[in-house]
């Protein structure tokens, strides 16, 4: 799966998921709510770029 990154740096692992938020290990990307933002900046989904 692919991995995004947000312009403060952050990066998005699918295969970590984002459990803080409630997204599980596994969660690609694209099946992120389109309400979930980075969690160390707060930027939209729509700023993050594939690596």
């Known amino acids: 799966m ?3 990154e947000c312009p403060c ?3 998005y692992d699918p295969e970590l998921g984002d459990p803080e ?3 599980a290990p596994g969660t ?3 099946k992120l709510p389109e309400d979930w933002v980075c969690p160390k900046c707060g930027a939209e989904k729509q700023y993050f770029e594939k690596i």
């Open 28 to 30: 690609p990307f694209d």
């Open 2 to 4: 692919d991995k995004y």
């Open 9 to 11: 740096g952050y990066v």
């Open 21 to 23: 938020n409630g997204i």
